[in-house]
């Protein structure tokens, strides 16, 4: 059974940078795709960013192109996020999803979850 762990959040002033990880067990993950979604308080669920381990092919949330970068280490077996220029309205719950198969920005689409990591930016 896929199992996906995410750490890293915390809190952060305006401007820093943070690094979560997902650590993902359970499956053989050269054929998912791996994706960060997050959660404010009050608010849907939101597409992040996305990539096909093995294959390298990224997709970015409009609002997070040229800050955040997602990565994977496929020995590991690890997915990351860097997160750069990080200004309040970033501040959500984080969570590392995965799915078999092609990127997917749809909430939706992916079959497997983390329990979310907190990530709060002070102004």
């Known amino acids: 059974q896929v199992q996906l762990v995410e750490s890293g959040g915390g809190l952060v002033q305006a401007g820093g940078s943070l690094r979560l990880s997902c650590a993902a067990s359970?499956?053989?993950?050269?054929?998912?795709?791996m994706a960060w979604f997050r959660q404010a308080p009050g608010k849907d669920r939101e597409f992040v960013a996305a990539?096909?381990?093995?294959?390298?092919?990224?997709n970015y949330a409009d609002s997070v192109k040229g800050r955040f970068t997602i990565s994977t280490d496929n020995a590991k077996n690890t997915v990351y996020l860097q997160m750069n220029s990080l200004k309040p309205e970033d501040t959500a719950v984080y969570y590392c999803?995965?799915?078999?198969?092609?990127?997917?920005?749809?909430?939706?689409?992916?079959?497997?979850w983390g329990q979310g990591t907190q990530v709060t930016v002070s102004s």
């Open positions: 999803a995965a799915r078999i198969g092609s990127v997917y920005v749809n909430k939706a689409s992916y079959n497997y």
């Open positions: 359970g499956g053989t993950f050269s054929t998912y795709t």
């Open positions: 990539i096909r381990w093995g294959g390298g092919i990224t």
